[in-house]
């Protein structure tokens, strides 16, 4: 039920945040404290370690294609679990949050970007301390979008590999993430003007798709990047049926 298209996110930002804008600066302003420097940084936990309960793990794990799903919904959700993990939550339950939370606060516009630096800068230090691979691949993927946002495209590609060989060692293994960041790798190839390697990823990507019946896959190779690598190839019919 996570599957939906992407928008050209990166340089305009989504085009849900800006629907939704009102709303989500509303509940920023509301759940985040006016944001400071701390030129200290804050210590990597500042309560016992208390795990997260099996609900609020959950919820944390599925926050991330909740909030490209739903930006309100999923961005209230990661600022709950923020407030949460002050009182409750070990070092992996912490980076995690602290991670989307940044990722979050990114796209609120420039009086967030110190605060955003601070909670990304936060959250892979506990990454680290963790020493758990599904914590690593976590901090990857959040930079990829970070460098995506600043157009630093061989940068977000280079995170982008680094978090799916991560993700791939990791169990369980995480499906949603790899495949968005296969698609985000086409997005790379896009902006950096690579199109022939963007026409030959997208049939390697489509190909293996179809192989393994993979209906996630299939999905992120029928949208955005790999729709204007069918386009590239003058192949206007097949990028219509991918649209519809």
Same mark, same amino acid.
């Given at each position: #039920? ?5 928008? /050209? !996110?990166?340089?305009?930002r989504?085009?849900?945040f800006?629907? *939704?804008?009102?709303?989500f600066?509303k509940?920023? *302003? ?6 400071k420097? *701390? ?17 609020? #793990?959950?919820?944390?794990?599925v926050?991330?294609?909740?909030t490209?799903?739903? +930006?309100?919904?999923?961005?209230e ?5 923020? &407030?949460? +993990? ?6 992996f339950? #912490?980076? =995690?949050? =602290? ?6 606060l /990114? ?19 506990? &990454?680290? +301390?963790?020493?758990?691979t599904?914590?690593?691949?976590? %901090?990857?993927?959040c !930079?990829?979008?970070?460098?995506m =946002? ?7 590609e ?11 060692? /990791?169990?369980p293994?995480? =499906?949603?993430e ?13 902006q950096?003007?690579?199109i ?11 190909? /293996? %798709?179809?192989?393994? %019946?993979? &209906?996630m896959s299939?999905?992120? !190779? *029928?949208?955005?990047a ?5 386009? +590239?190839?003058?192949k ?6 991918a649209?519809?």
């Amino acid at each position: #039920q996570w599957l939906f298209p992407l928008q /050209s !996110m990166w340089r305009s930002r989504s085009r849900s945040f800006l629907r *939704n804008w009102p709303h989500f600066t509303k509940t920023l *302003n509301s759940n985040a404290p006016n944001p400071k420097p *701390n030129k200290k940084g804050p210590p990597l936990l500042t309560h016992d370690p208390l795990p997260f309960s099996l609900l609020e #793990q959950c919820l944390t794990r599925v926050s991330t294609p909740l909030t490209f799903l739903d +930006s309100q919904l999923g961005s209230e959700l990661v600022m709950r679990l923020a &407030a949460i +993990s002050k009182e409750v939550g070990t070092p992996f339950d #912490q980076a =995690q949050v =602290q991670l989307r939370y940044g990722i979050i606060l /990114s796209f609120a516009g420039p009086r967030w970007q110190s605060l955003a630096i601070k909670k990304l800068r936060a959250g892979r230090r506990l &990454a680290r +301390s963790t020493g758990l691979t599904i914590s690593r691949a976590t %901090a990857e993927l959040c !930079m990829y979008i970070w460098l995506m =946002q600043r157009g630093e495209h061989v940068r977000a590609e280079a995170r982008a590999r680094s978090a799916i060989a991560l993700y791939q060692k /990791s169990q369980p293994v995480a =499906q949603w993430e790899i495949q968005f960041l296969n698609f985000g790798i086409l997005s790379c190839r896009w902006q950096q003007g690579r199109i022939r390697d963007l026409q030959t990823l997208t049939g390697e990507f489509r190909r /293996s %798709a179809e192989s393994r %019946a993979d &209906a996630m896959s299939l999905f992120w !190779m *029928n949208v955005n990047a790999a729709i204007l690598s069918d386009l +590239s190839e003058n192949k206007v019919e097949q990028a219509q049926s991918a649209l519809n």
